[in-house]
């Protein structure tokens, strides 16, 4: 089965750190950019970050550059985001997502599940 | 950055009519690249259409997508009642920020 399932979410005070996990099986991991995307409660989806499949390009939305830091490790088929110096405003379901389409052109075609980041004291 | 206006917020409609979702840029996003997502509560969002009118796989066909340049919607023939979601549109057209998402619309009965 073709799934992303992400872990590490949990509760964090402001400035704090947190690394996210996401699994991802039933698909050849090296070949597709991976993208993390949050949702804030009540809002829609914003996007934080892509990693391309070599993992040699990296993303980021102007919110996050320079605090978070996308990875992926090609033995464990797995796409990690540390986050650094967390604000309140982080606080959301983050979600993992498989990307299609073309380099710098991506759309999400497949989700995880999420998992909830919350910042606060 | 491109921002994307979705109307309406709210869509009031019942099983077996048409809806029409519109989704607006505020610059041209090239080659078509808009997307379509149906989010339910507690589920993440679902891919319905890409290239502004290719229907994901798995899709059924009632969903439709059209547009181009600034203005786009997507279209469901005939409700079911699974459909009742918000629904979100997205352009993936580039840099310097590639992906942003419209504020979503809700498709309530």
């Known amino acids: 089965e073709v799934q992303v399932l992400e872990s590490g979410g949990d509760l964090v005070q402001p400035g704090g750190s947190l690394r996210l996990s996401c699994a991802a099986s039933?698909?050849?991991?090296?070949?597709?950019?991976m993208s993390w995307v949050r949702q804030a409660p009540g809002k829609g989806p914003e996007w934080v970050s892509t990693i391309s499949g070599s993992g040699t390009s990296t993303f980021y939305a102007d919110s996050v550059k320079g605090r978070f830091t996308i990875s992926r490790d090609k033995s464990k088929n797995t796409l990690y985001l540390q986050m650094n110096r967390l604000r309140a405003e982080d606080t959301a379901v983050y979600y993992c997502?498989?990307?299609?389409?073309?380099?710098?052109?991506?759309?999400?075609?497949?989700w995880g599940r999420g998992t909830l980041v919350t910042v606060s004291s | 950055e491109i921002v994307l206006t979705q109307s309406p917020g709210t869509l009031s409609l019942s099983p077996g009519e048409r809806a029409t979702l519109s989704c607006r840029a505020s610059q041209s996003v090239g080659s078509s690249y808009l997307a379509w997502y149906q989010q339910k509560p507690g589920q993440a969002p679902r891919l319905l259409i890409y290239?502004?009118?290719s229907r994901a796989t798995g899709i059924p066909d009632r969903f439709s997508g059209s547009g181009s340049g600034t203005d786009f919607s997507l279209t469901i023939s005939r409700l079911e009642p699974e459909d009742f979601a918000v629904y979100y549109c997205q352009q993936y057209g580039g840099s310097p920020q590639p992906h942003t998402f419209g504020q979503g619309t809700k498709l309530e009965i």
């Open positions: 290239g502004a009118s």
């Open positions: 997502a498989k990307c299609s389409g073309s380099y710098l052109h991506w759309y999400f075609d497949l």
């Open positions: 039933g698909f050849t991991f090296s070949d597709y950019a």
